[in-house]
Structures are given as structure tokens and as C-alpha cells.
């Protein structure tokens, strides 16, 4: 399982990624004023989406690309083809800057998904596992609670993973009950890698999102002979929230890691607490 995992996502990575200034995306591109309602009609249209991104990424510098995920894009389209995209991702941003986007717009839409009351009565009107209009037993949800950071609230995504596996999975009398459907190990794939601290959100991309991990240390082998080890220091059942982190033995401050930092060997060090350190990841 986590072979498989660690192994595949890098090579669709590789050979999916559209690199800044593509000529091949000419002929795909779409008006930036028709972008999103596009896109909410063609949620499938991966090619054109990257494209899109593409057309952001002539704008940036490469090392401020990584929080424009095709995955939380394509979310929000999907879910609200009202946001002016366009608006979202070009706020602030000019070339050779640090600046960040105003993601309020983006942090309200997910706060009002997990806290309005799930009440559907059609599609799924038997869900089970749910946060809010989130539904763990349902994969299509499953990387949502994962999306805050993206948005510079990494310690939302911190809580919303705890409270998941410790209320959503072994609720019957076995103590192995999922929220829901596996659909061929996708549900049970989730609370092993939420357990271990990370998530592959989006499998075009080699990137390792991260969470609040059950475990005080844990070790992954490879599988090309070395190791890649999670440590959580302090960690407990109050103390969910990351309040620094390094990794290979230098300080790390974002909420992900790529293959490429892991794929000799590593390890990840967690400082854990029990209240958020909203500075760290922000």
C-alpha cells in the first residue's frame, strides 16, 4: 500500500505537469471573464485546466506556484462557478514579488461547507460520516478537509483530520467500521495516510499534504532501501495542532512536502500543542 502510494504519484506527476509558457496551451485558452463558468460546465477538462494555471504561471515566479493546486481550483469552480477567479487569483500578485492572495473568499466557502447542516434528500440522501455538507463515507469529499492549506489556515486542516478519524471510523462494536464506503481501499487508504500525518491530495502533482498525525513516530520503507520516519513530538489527544516542524533536520515551514525531499530518506519532526499556531504554514 504505501509503495504503492509513495511511488506512483511522482510518475503522474512527471508526466502530467504542464511547465510555464506552454505553446501547446494557445489554443486551449480561455477568457479570463469566462473562465469560471467554463470550467463549471467542464469540470473534467483537465488538460484546459492546467492550461489555465499555465496562463497564471507566465505571471509568478515558480517558487510561489505551489499553493495554486489544480485540485482546490477545480473544487471551487465545480461547487462555485459564481467566485470571480480571475479576481481570486491575480490580487496582490505581480512578478518577482512575495505577495500572497486574498484567500478569505475561498476560507468563508470552505467554512460554510463543513458547518452548514447536511440535508440532502436526493444524491447520497443516506450518507453517512459527515461534517457539515462534508462526507467522509462518500469519496469525492475526502481531500476537502485538506484544502485549508491552501489558504493559510493549515491548522484548520489540523483539527478537521483529527476530529475525522476519531469520530467517523470504528464506531461498531468490532471497532473497524468505516463512515461509510472503502470503494477498493480509497476510505481506509485515507485514515492510513491521515494517521501517519499526510495526504497525496492531488495525484498529479508528487506533493505530501500535511495534517495532525495519530502517530508519535512512525516509519515508512521505501522500498528502495531507505527510510522516511514521522515524528510527532508532544503528541496527544489535546494536542493536535503542529507548532513547528522540521525536516532532514532543518525548519520547515510550509504545510506539504514533495518526493523529491523524502525519496533518499528522511525525517519529519512535528512539535505538537494544544492550540494552533496560526504564524506556522501561514
Not at 492510513?192 to 499534504?209: E, H, N, R
Not at 525519496?263 to 504554514?281: D, F, H, I, S, Y
Amino acid at each position: 500500500m504505501f509503495s504503492f502510494l509513495l511511488f506512483a504519484t511522482p510518475g503522474l506527476a512527471q508526466g502530467n505537469q504542464v511547465a510555464p509558457g506552454n505553446p501547446r496551451c494557445t489554443a486551449l485558452e480561455i477568457k479570463p471573464s469566462t473562465q469560471a463558468k467554463y470550467f463549471a460546465a467542464h469540470p473534467d477538462d483537465l488538460e484546459r485546466a492546467k492550461c489555465m494555471l499555465d496562463f497564471y504561471a507566465r505571471r509568478l515566479p515558480l517558487s510561489d506556484l505551489r499553493p495554486y493546486r489544480i485540485a482546490l481550483i477545480r473544487w471551487v469552480i465545480t461547487h462555485y462557478p459564481d467566485i470571480n477567479l480571475e479576481n481570486y487569483l491575480d490580487q496582490g500578485l505581480d512578478v518577482g514579488t512575495e505577495a500572497v492572495p486574498d484567500y478569505s473568499e475561498i476560507r468563508a466557502k470552505l467554512d460554510q461547507f463543513f458547518n452548514t447542516p447536511y440535508t440532502a434528500k436526493g444524491i447520497c440522501r443516506d450518507c453517512t460520516g459527515v461534517v457539515g455538507q462534508y462526507v467522509q463515507g462518500n469519496q469525492p469529499d475526502q481531500q476537502v478537509a485538506y484544502y485549508y492549506d491552501w489558504t493559510g489556515e493549515a491548522w484548520k486542516t489540523q483539527r478537521l483530520t483529527r476530529q475525522i478519524m476519531s469520530t467517523l471510523y470504528g464506531s461498531d462494536r468490532s471497532g473497524f467500521a468505516f463512515p461509510g464506503m472503502d470503494d477498493q481501499g480509497s476510505t481506509s487508504s485515507w485514515y492510513v495516510m491521515s494517521a501517519l500525518g499526510f495526504y497525496p491530495v492531488d495525484p498529479s502533482t508528487p506533493d505530501y499534504i500535511l495534517g495532525s498525525p495519530l502517530f508519535n513516530e512512525a516509519t515508512i520503507h521505501m522500498g528502495n532501501g531507505h527510510d522516511f520516519t514521522i515524528v510527532a513530538r508532544n503528541n496527544s489527544e489535546k494536542n493536535i495542532y503542529i507548532q513547528s516542524a522540521t525536516l532532514n533536520g532543518k525548519p520547515w515551514n510550509k504545510p506539504w512536502f514533495s518526493h523529491s525531499d523524502i525519496a533518499g530518506g528522511g525525517k519529519l519532526v512535528l512539535t505538537m500543542g494544544p492550540e494552533p499556531n496560526k504564524q506556522w504554514a501561514n
